[in-house]
């Protein structure tokens, strides 16, 4: 009793020890990486500041020329945000205007997507004009820091969490910005904002293994000396108890056996069992009682319980391979079977043993493990239901390696393609290339997936036969768990049929549209008839009164110059209408920042004369400011066919007062411009018509049909807008909704 308790009183000082030592050395590796961390965090601080100012001078050179314009590559758009966001040279060549902000934004894309570089930059303030450029938490915390501390031009806050170093730097508007940013309200010297530099602190650590260095030096000697004086006391507590370990260590041999054969059988989930064949008695262990669902006493240790439960397609092969293993056919016993579960369902097993012999080579007893294989069993099938779904789908299914080869296609590639498995096997996809992709659509495509992303498109190909065939394809990487590229998996839909009868809706939409404004071009010609008339007659009489008074020689020349100029201004006239008739059919070729009233009344120039003989009279109701981007020819053309379809609409019919009411309304981010007429309702029966091409209610002399088919073409699919009517009292509402743009934007 005495000798362990001394034991036990050796063990607590040896422990004490040990964990002082460890406290000692912990408080003091705390007390050094603290001040290291301050270190290199001005490191960081500084290295950030100058950055951030080599940007303003990058900057600072932009705004000094009010912006540069760089060629377009394609991929470089005009910023929508910029006036004058572009030009185009003589040649014809798109130019687009990078101003500081821009340029900014457009470095720190190319760093963000560098990875050779250790920080990242981001342009941001409070109000952007972007949304892309809408701050984070951080960048929020440092702008309202400069807003509240206007003498500080620098703000930085360390983020453990992510383990970053986060710094902002402040940008004021100098007389440079002006160039670009006086539209839009800046002044000189406010604050518009900042550049954020996020700087990650492991590429700072680095100078920390020189630390852990001398700080190993240091503990060496206290790691020795605490060395000697362990060993001491492991000395003693070894005296104590070697003669215990002697008398214990063939105990603990054998139980480490055992222990091993348990954790070994149950680890790997295996059920023993054991078979006397001469009394038919089997062992059955718990792991194996288990699989099934079942407690240990549930069981009885007989072969028939495993007979009964055996699935009866199973049970034959089963005892086939049993008494081959027996019979010394096979040097083991090997079968996958099903068994009864105690709830009934299936457990897949893989059941392996071998038989034992006695001297006279006698079967005596088999010895095997269970092993559950239900999931494996479940996935084979899964998988042999998706090989089927591939092997017979109707799309074209490819996996290639990472660089490009082929490794896999499914039958519908060889149907689409002509080429056989073995033939598509080992080459690459180019094969089926015909030359009209671009070079660049094939860089976007291996740029998008070995940057790990999805990529979708389309190719015309080319099959085997010299076949040209169009096809949609999904084209995404295969990643392992260690989130690498280890295939290229593509699948791909024929879609030329889809293609060749789209390009056929578009030349019958095309020959439609050159069908509409034909007819346009004849309601044009005569709308100037009927505004020829009075100037034409006013030129015939002045004409007529000055050759009365020549034969009457009473010529007055006072007279004769009023009549002159009177001819000049009907001549005026005239070739004001031929030069409308001229714009209406001159092509647009981009859109325009345009006022819709101003095509408005533009339209109602035209139609003034055609208005007035027929007593219609035209009235604004409410007019917003406001301004829409589209191309302007098209939409006096659907103008006219709505306000023409108005006049037309009161022919015939006894109004008193023939009214024409147009609005021009600005509802949040749309523009919604409605014409009405109090011509009458449209009828209920024909609603659903009126917007299908040739459909007219007119005689085929006066109306084509084509009029609304093709404005509610223009609007919906040229201007990315709506075109719809409704009933309103005795009339009808026909409304067009455009996407509304500020002028600044």
């Known amino acids: 009793m005495n000798r362990i308790y001394k034991k036990n009183i050796i063990l607590v000082v040896f422990f004490v020890l040990v964990t002082i030592t460890i406290l000692m050395l912990t408080n003091y590796r705390t007390n050094v990486y603290e001040v290291n961390k301050e270190y290199y965090h001005k490191i960081v601080y500084e290295e950030a500041k100058n950055h951030f100012e080599n940007l303003k001078i990058f900057r600072a050179w932009n705004a000094k020329y009010g912006g540069v314009f760089v060629k377009s590559d394609g991929k470089i758009q005009p910023n929508k945000f910029l006036v004058d966001n572009h030009i185009f040279t003589k040649d014809g060549?798109?130019?687009?205007?990078?101003?500081?902000?821009?340029?900014?934004?457009?470095?720190?894309?190319?760093?963000?997507?560098?990875?050779?570089?250790?920080?990242?930059?981001?342009?941001?303030?409070?109000?952007?004009?972007?949304?892309?450029?809408?701050?984070?938490?951080?960048?929020k915390e440092a702008l309202s820091f400069f807003e509240k501390n206007l003498a500080e031009d620098?703000?930085?806050?360390?983020?453990?969490?992510?383990?970053?170093?986060?710094?902002?730097?402040?940008?004021?508007?100098?007389?440079?910005?002006?160039?670009?940013?006086?539209s839009q309200g800046y002044k000189e010297g406010e604050v518009r904002g900042g550049i954020s530099i996020t700087f990650p602190l492991e590429v700072y650590k680095s100078h920390d293994k020189e630390l852990e260095y001398y700080y190993k030096l240091q503990i060496f000697f206290i790691v020795l000396i605490g060395i000697l004086i362990y060993a001491f006391i492991f000395y003693i507590v070894n005296r104590f108890y070697k003669e215990q370990e002697e008398l214990?260590?063939?105990?603990?041999?054998?139980?480490?056996?055992?222990?091993?054969?348990?954790?070994?059988?149950?680890?790997?989930?295996?059920?023993?069992?054991?078979?006397?064949?001469?009394?038919?008695?089997?062992?059955?262990?718990?792991?194996?009682?288990?699989?099934?669902?079942?407690?240990?006493?549930?069981?009885?240790?007989?072969?028939?319980?495993?007979?009964?439960?055996?699935?009866?397609?199973?049970?034959?092969?089963?005892?086939?391979?049993?008494?081959?293993?027996?019979?010394?056919?096979?040097?083991?016993?090997?079968?996958?079977?099903?068994?009864?579960?105690?709830?009934?369902?299936?457990?897949?097993?893989?059941?392996?043993?071998?038989?034992?012999?006695?001297?006279?080579?006698?079967?005596?007893?088999?010895?095997?493990?269970?092993?559950?294989?239900?999931?494996?069993?479940?996935?084979?099938?899964?998988?042999?239901?998706?090989?089927?779904?591939i092997e017979h789908s109707p799309i074209s299914i490819v996996i290639?390696?990472?660089?490009?080869?082929?490794?896999?296609?499914?039958?519908?590639?060889?149907?689409?393609?002509?080429?056989?498995?073995?033939?598509?096997?080992?080459?690459?996809?180019?094969?089926?290339?015909?030359?009209?992709?671009?070079?660049?659509?094939?860089?976007?495509?291996?740029?998008?997936?070995?940057?790990?992303?999805?990529?979708?498109?389309?190719?015309?190909?080319?099959?085997?036969?010299?076949?040209?065939?169009?096809?949609?394809?999904?084209?995404?990487?295969?990643?392992?768990?260690?989130?690498?590229?280890?295939?290229?998996?593509?699948?791909?839909?024929?879609?030329?049929?889809?293609?060749?009868?789209?390009?056929?809706?578009?030349?019958?939409?095309?020959?439609?549209?050159?069908?509409?404004?034909?007819?346009?071009?004849?309601?044009?010609?005569?709308?100037?008839?009927?505004?020829?008339r009075q100037p034409i007659s006013v030129i015939?009489?002045?004409?007529?009164?000055?050759?009365?008074?020549?034969?009457?020689?009473?010529?007055?020349?006072?007279?004769?110059?009023?009549?002159?100029?009177?001819?000049?201004?009907?001549?005026?006239?005239?070739?004001?209408t031929i030069e409308d008739f001229r714009d209406f059919f001159k092509p647009n070729k981009e859109k325009e920042?345009?006022?819709?009233?101003?095509?408005?009344?533009?339209?109602?120039?035209?139609?003034?004369?055609?208005?007035?003989?027929?007593?219609?009279?035209?009235?604004?109701?409410?007019?917003?400011?406001?301004?829409?981007?589209?191309?302007?020819?098209?939409?006096?053309?659907?103008f006219l066919n709505i306000i023409k379809n108005a006049k037309e609409a009161f022919e015939g019919k006894n109004i008193e007062n023939k009214i024409i009411e147009i609005s021009i309304r600005k509802l949040n981010q749309r523009v919604r411009i409605e014409i009405f007429d109090n011509a009458g309702n449209i009828d209920e029966k024909i609603k659903d018509k009126i917007f299908d091409p040739y459909f007219s209610t007119k005689d085929e002399k006066t109306g084509t049909g084509l009029g609304l088919y093709m404005s509610k073409t223009i609007i919906e699919k040229h201007l990315n807008g709506e075109l719809g009517f409704f009933n309103k009292n005795e009339g009808v509402v026909f409304y067009i909704d455009l996407i509304a743009v500020e002028e600044n934007s």
Not at 313 to 325: F, H, M, S, W
Not at 542 to 548: D, G, H, Q, R, S
């Open 540 to 576: 015939g009489m002045a004409c007529n009164n000055i050759l009365v008074d020549i034969e009457l020689e009473m010529v007055d020349y006072e007279q004769l110059k009023d009549s002159a100029e009177s001819m000049l201004e009907q001549t005026k006239y005239l070739s004001q």
């Open 593 to 638: 920042l345009v006022n819709p009233k101003v095509i408005v009344d533009e339209t109602l120039s035209i139609m003034s004369k055609s208005l007035e003989n027929n007593d219609v009279f035209v009235i604004f109701n409410k007019i917003d400011d406001c301004h829409v981007h589209v191309f302007s020819r098209e939409l006096l053309q659907v």
């Open 248 to 389: 214990n260590e063939l105990k603990e041999k054998y139980k480490l056996m055992y222990d091993r054969y348990e954790l070994a059988v149950n680890g790997a989930e295996l059920g023993l069992w054991d078979w006397n064949l001469k009394t038919n008695e089997v062992y059955f262990s718990k792991e194996w009682k288990k699989m099934l669902g079942y407690e240990e006493d549930e069981i009885p240790n007989r072969l028939e319980f495993w007979d009964e439960n055996v699935h009866p397609l199973d049970k034959e092969k089963a005892y086939e391979d049993i008494l081959n293993n027996q019979n010394k056919k096979t040097q083991t016993y090997e079968n996958i079977h099903r068994l009864k579960h105690k709830d009934g369902s299936w457990v897949w097993i893989l059941d392996k043993g071998r038989t034992i012999f006695d001297k006279d080579g006698i079967a005596i007893r088999m010895l095997g493990f269970h092993t559950n294989i239900t999931k494996i069993q479940n996935l084979k099938m899964e998988l042999s239901k998706l090989k089927k779904v």
């Open 93 to 139: 060549e798109l130019l687009v205007k990078i101003n500081p902000a821009w340029m900014t934004k457009q470095v720190a894309e190319l760093m963000n997507k560098n990875e050779n570089t250790k920080y990242k930059y981001k342009i941001t303030s409070l109000k952007p004009l972007n949304p892309v450029n809408t701050p984070n938490n951080f960048e």
């Open 154 to 182: 620098y703000y930085f806050k360390v983020d453990e969490e992510s383990n970053s170093f986060n710094f902002m730097g402040k940008l004021y508007v100098d007389k440079a910005c002006l160039h670009c940013h006086a």
């Open 400 to 532: 290639t390696d990472v660089n490009g080869k082929i490794e896999y296609v499914n039958p519908h590639f060889c149907q689409i393609t002509g080429y056989t498995i073995n033939e598509a096997i080992g080459v690459n996809p180019r094969v089926l290339k015909s030359e009209y992709t671009s070079i660049m659509e094939y860089k976007d495509l291996w740029e998008t997936i070995t940057n790990k992303k999805t990529w979708v498109g389309r190719f015309k190909n080319k099959s085997k036969n010299g076949r040209e065939f169009w096809e949609s394809a999904i084209i995404t990487p295969i990643l392992n768990d260690s989130n690498e590229i280890t295939n290229y998996l593509a699948i791909k839909q024929e879609i030329t049929k889809e293609i060749y009868l789209k390009e056929e809706i578009k030349n019958k939409e095309e020959m439609m549209i050159a069908q509409s404004r034909h007819a346009a071009m004849g309601e044009m010609i005569s709308m100037i008839a009927h505004q020829w």
